[in-house]
Nanobody, 116 residues
Framework: QVQLQESGPGLVTTSQTLSLTCTIS??????????SSWFRQPPGKGLQWIGN???????NYSPSLKSRTAISRGTSKNQFTLQLSSVTPEDTAVYYC????????WGQGMQVIVSS
């Protein structure tokens, strides 16, 4: 069974770059799924799509975050990463990774706090 786990620093300082990794277990790789995606949910707000990397390496980003976001497949075939630069406290959220054309599989989420 496919399982996803987000990892990275839970506390980031304003203006730094947030880097998160999603690790896939259960024998799957990013190539097995159309999209490898990142989402986030700020406190008291709805779920927000950040972007994705497709099975062929092409990327898509939310227009509001595009200038600060980079999503890529990791050197290990069962990982993909999110980098969000120039973070502010407004980037504080629970960050989720997901797999599939319709985000069929999800990680449990990881709290990231941006301190000012």
């Amino acid at each position: 069974q496919v399982q996803l786990q987000e990892s990275g620093p839970g506390l980031v300082t304003t203006s730094q770059t947030l880097s998160l990794t999603c690790t896939i277990s259960g024998g799957s790789t990013t190539s097995n799924y159309y999209y490898s995606s990142w989402f986030r949910q700020p406190p008291g707000k709805g779920l927000q799509w950040i972007g994705n990397v497709s099975f062929n390496g092409s990327t898509n980003y939310s227009p509001s975050l595009k200038s600060r976001t980079a999503i890529s497949r990791g050197t290990s075939k069962n990982q993909f990463t999110l980098q969000l630069s120039s973070v502010t406290p407004e980037d504080t959220a629970v960050y989720y990774c997901a797999l599939g054309g319709y985000a069929d599989y999800w990680g449990q989420g990881m709290q990231v706090i941006v301190s000012s």
